[in-house]
């Protein structure tokens, strides 16, 4: 039977261990390295190193291949004061990962030596409620909710595409969402268009829209747009949001929206519909194809269906 | 699948569907996946893009086609 200290002492023989002095020189050398914080949720939201990522000790081998796919990739652990680390780096070691190191000393040690800290937004009794099934998915976690919480995300069209979108992005919890549509909600919207109400025909669709998605989740911010994308107005509402979702229904706005991404460098989720058969895609500027590389222009107008 | 794909792209987990157009088809419930890649040609994103600011009117254009990119030189 071993006592905790022989196996600190083991791993001790097998894993290297930096001073918060040489991470934090390697972080300024800007070397090719991933910290990763291994503590406990409530230890990580009281505050962790800049651009670490975070799996649980006990969550360690389940999950972080979903972080750190390349068992090359130089990994340095940390915990509260260095002996996690060392036994999570050497549970990495039997899985494969060649160059692991531990912290010496820990977040302990880095917060005495007056490096920098982050620490995100503290999330309310009612968004750990709320999000709470989030949570338990290690890719998504508190870390991944704080993204959403923090995202700005412009929806174009509120119909039949930007419907169950807007539904789901609401209710997942993305921070912001823009909605623009300048048409008003017709009764053969219905059947489909889940954002809007019976009562609510006759009404712009944004506003439709916003009610919808903030009864659903109070806690997001909406900005209505009731007016229709245009080159004039484009940039200006584009510039505010980090990805634009197009679902669109008209070949005007299709092509506005990807010139105006793929020359301000923002990625579209792309959605098509027609009768029974749809189309999804991620245009990314500069890491693959755009809309025109697939249709450099639109068919003629008699071709289009409606 | 459009709300999943900008979930995941926000949150940086999975594969995202850059370079993939996936087609759904909801009469043979099936799903394709079509490869799709960056032309070089393209007139936007492509090595020498001759659209290298937006049209003045998309709804002009979409009625006349060949207005929507000026023609290469």
Known sequence: MKSYR????????????????EVKSEQDKDSDFVLLDVRDEDEYRAGYIPNAVHVTRGMLEFSVENYIPDRNQKVIVYCAAGLRSLLAAKSLREMGYTDTISLAGGYRDWMTAGYPTAQDKPMTHEQLDRYSRHFMLTEVGEQGQAKLL?????????????????????????????????????????????????????????????????????????TPYNLRLTADNVEE??????????????????????DAAVLMNKPVVHGSIFQFEGQVTLFKPNEGPCYRCMYPTPPPPGMVPS | MMATEAIKYIIGIGEPLIGRL????????????????????????????????????????????????????
């Open chain 1, 237 to 258: 509402i584009f510039s505010e949001y980090d990805l634009i979702v197009d679902g669109c229904d008209n070949f005007a706005t299709r092509y506005l929206v990807n």
């Open chain 1, 6 to 21: 022989q196996i600190v002492e083991e791993a001790k023989t097998e894993i290297p261990e930096l001073t918060v002095d």
């Open chain 1, 150 to 222: 923090d995202a700005k995300v412009l929806m174009v069209g509120a119909g039949g595409l930007g419907s169950p979108a807007g539904v789901y992005l609401g209710a997942a919890g993305v921070g912001h969402l823009g909605i623009i549509d300048s048409d008003v909600v017709e009764l053969s919207n219905l059947q489909r268009q889940i954002l809007h109400r019976t009562e609510s025909v006759g009404t712009p669709k944004v506003q439709s829209a916003t009610t919808t998605i903030k009864s659903l989740n109070p806690d997001i911010d909406i």
């Open chain 2, 22 to 73: 996936i087609l759904y088809d909801a009469l043979s419930m099936t799903y394709r996946e079509m490869k799709i890649s960056r032309d070089e040609n393209c007139p936007l994103c492509g090595d020498n893009p001759v659209i290298t600011e937006l049209i003045d009117d998309y709804d002009a254009a979409a009625e006349n086609p060949d207005t929507f990119a000026p023609a290469a030189d």
